[in-house]
Nanobody, 124 residues
Framework: QVQLVESGGGSVQAGGSLRLSCAAS?????MGWFRQAPGKEREGVAA????????YYADSVKGRFTFSQDNAKTTLYLQMDNLKPEDTATYYC????????????????????WGQGTQVTVSS
């Protein structure tokens, strides 16, 4: 079991920055950030598989969001810069047991553990 707790959400104006944190009870092979806007399906934002040392980013956030984690791999971060109103959503961190393609394709079913979510609101 992996318990995940997100923090750091809030309200900012467009162009601003926020850093989300996710405390994990232990590390996992695959860690990711997802988001869900009102009335929309949940989408993958960024994912990292330890075995490949490669970070996947959704096209919509590439160049603006940065995924990182501490050396113990028990705290994840999502640095979000140049935020846009369309980034408004509830953000979730998630962990999966499988790596590689299962991690990077960012299907909900491939992630077994989820945090409770933190709200990010970006105003224009």
């Amino acid at each position: 079991q992996v318990q995940l707790v997100e923090s750091g959400g809030g309200s900012v104006q467009a162009g601003g920055s926020l850093r989300l944190s996710c405390a994990a009870s232990r590390g996992a092979n695959c860690m990711g950030w997802f988001r869900q806007a009102p009335g929309k399906e949940r989408e993958g934002v960024a994912a990292f598989f330890d075995g490949a040392s490669y970070t996947y980013y959704a096209d919509s956030v590439k160049g603006r969001f940065t995924f990182s984690q501490d050396n113990a791999k028990t705290t994840l971060y999502l640095q979000m810069d140049n935020l846009k109103p369309e980034d408004t959503a509830t953000y979730y961190c998630a962990a999966g047991r499988r790596g590689g393609a299962y991690c990077y394709r960012m299907n909900d079913d491939d992630y077994q553990y989820w945090g409770q979510g933190t709200q990010v609101t970006v105003s224009s």
